[in-house]
């Protein structure tokens, strides 16, 4: 009997399974292609105003006037633009995917009875309200339900974090209004007593504070970059009462921002805990939150904004070079000649203390190291540089002799420096590029048709 018995339930429990199976056949594929029906006849651009409530219980309103959102309740603020398009525009393209019951008895099993997520919208008078409840079990649709309706349907899942916001997360999060693209002056101060100030001019940035010298054009842009799309990462008070309690009483760091005419202020204090930091945009009372990484950023030493580069000029574009070592000076300049073809050429030739052929590789090589040769870090007055009586000074023009750039090398001990005319300060550079220098000029002070014996007894092997 007791055989009988296993039997029979087997065969229920493999009847069940296999009218399970048939009913799954019969339900229609996800990806069979077939139209489902749109839970709102609205367009994007024709809704009016949205009213959210969040799963944490805000709620939030948000109102177009003309082509601009704002939002009106529980604050007035600007949105976040991104946010409110994706609300809008998935509300206009929200499809049913699968009715659940037409004539439920009970919504609360759905979660429906006190909704987790409410998106209601306004659209040419008319107001509809979409109640979100919980996941089915497999977590891959949401129950969901209108305002004005009994039926339950589902809708996917991923919906979920485009309507559940809170009114944090539907504000515009930018830390300061300026517009990127006017900026031409940062200044950055720090309580290590260090200034730092760039200035654009022309295109071009350039370090006034605290010396005046070139800067580092990427360095500076991705400053900027930084500060013009900071996002803030929490809102830690609406009113900043007890500037201490957040490191603001005597900021860590403070930024102005220059754009034409307008300006913009931000202090940095303490830490906020999880890799934050509160700051204030000077002109509003809001403490906030940021990344961290910010205040690593803002203090770097002024040092960091400067341009490396010795020379701006490349070999490409070099016409003349001229290497003063002790009291003699050698010229080599790039002359335009005729070949065996009797086509013009361009040509390096030696035209100071004498005038002759030269190796044009190491011509080239020359100006190679020369404006290849990149200061690690600079140093103050104090640090014995070697330079008031340098090794070799080098002045490269280019662009045809409109431009000339001048650079004095010196060694002290096992460490190079070098200074830039017209700039304040001097560069710690390798001792190996002055080294480089030297030799490669040794090497272009012997003529050009000079060989080892070996070579030379090659090239005549080689003419038989």
């Known amino acids: 009997m007791r055989g009988v018995r296993s039997l029979l339930v087997l065969l229920v429990l493999l009847a069940a399974i296999g009218g399970y199976a048939i009913y799954e056949s019969r339900r229609p594929a996800a990806d069979s292609g077939e139209k489902k029906d749109k839970v709102f006849n609205v367009e994007a651009d024709k809704i009016e105003e949205i009213a959210v409530k969040s799963e944490k219980g805000d709620r939030t309103t948000v109102r177009k006037t003309g082509t601009e959102w704002q939002i009106v309740q529980p604050i007035t603020a600007k949105p ?3 946010e409110v398009s994706g609300i809008t525009s998935n509300l206009a393209s929200l499809e049913v995917q699968r009715v659940i019951d ?23 008078g008319q107001e509809r309200k979409l109640l979100i409840g919980k996941k089915t079990p497999p977590g891959t649709d949401l129950y969901a339900k209108l305002a004005d309706s009994n039926r339950v349907f589902l809708i996917q899942s991923y919906l ?57 054009f990427s360095a500076v842009e991705s400053l900027v970059s930084r500060l013009s799309t900071l996002q803030m990462k929490s809102i830690a008070a609406p ?8 490191g603001l009483d ?16 931000l202090a ?6 999880e890799g934050t930091v509160y700051a204030q945009d000077l002109s509003r009372p809001m403490v906030l939150t940021i990344e961290s990484s910010l205040l690593d950023e803002l203090k770097k030493d002024p040092g960091d904004y400067r341009q490396k580069d010795l020379f701006d000029t490349r070999a490409f574009n070099a016409n003349r070079i001229e290497v003063t070592r002790g009291t003699e000076t050698v010229a080599f300049e790039k002359t335009k000649t005729k070949n065996k073809d009797g086509k013009d050429e361009e040509k390096w030739r030696q035209v100071a203390p004498m005038t002759r052929d030269v190796d044009q590789s190491k011509v080239e090589n020359l100006i190679s190291t020369a404006t290849q040769a990149r200061a690690s870090s600079f140093v103050d007055t104090e640090t014995k540089t070697g330079l008031e009586k340098p090794e070799l000074t080098i002045a490269i023009k ?17 460490d190079g ?17 002055i080294d480089n220098l030297v030799k490669t000029l040794d090497e272009l002070k012997k003529p050009a048709e000079e060989k080892k014996p070996e070579e030379q007894k090659k090239t005549e092997e080689r003419k038989k």
């Open 398 to 414: 280019s662009n045809d002799g409109k431009r000339e750039e001048k650079v004095a090398f010196a060694k002290s001990g096992s």
């Open 417 to 433: 420096y070098a200074a830039r005319a017209g700039e304040a300060g001097a560069a710690k550079i390798e001792a190996s590029t």
């Open 160 to 216: 979920d974090t485009t309507f559940n916001k809170g009114t944090f997360d539907l504000r515009d999060k930018a830390v300061l209004t300026v517009n990127r693209d006017n900026i031409d002056t940062v200044t950055v101060t720090t309580t290590a007593a260090k200034t730092m100030k760039v200035v654009k001019s022309s295109g071009e940035w350039k370090l006034a504070e605290p010396v005046a010298v070139r800067a580092d």
């Open 102 to 124: 037409e004539k439920p008895s009970d919504i609360s099993e759905y979660g429906l009875k006190d909704p987790r997520v409410e998106v209601a919208f306004k659209s040419g």
């Open 250 to 265: 005597k900021p860590l760091a403070t930024v102005t921002i220059g754009a034409g005419s307008s300006q913009a202020r």
């Open 268 to 273: 940095v204090g303490k830490s906020a805990g």
């Open 239 to 246: 009113e900043i009462k007890k500037p201490e309690e957040y």
């Open 80 to 82: 976040d633009a991104s």
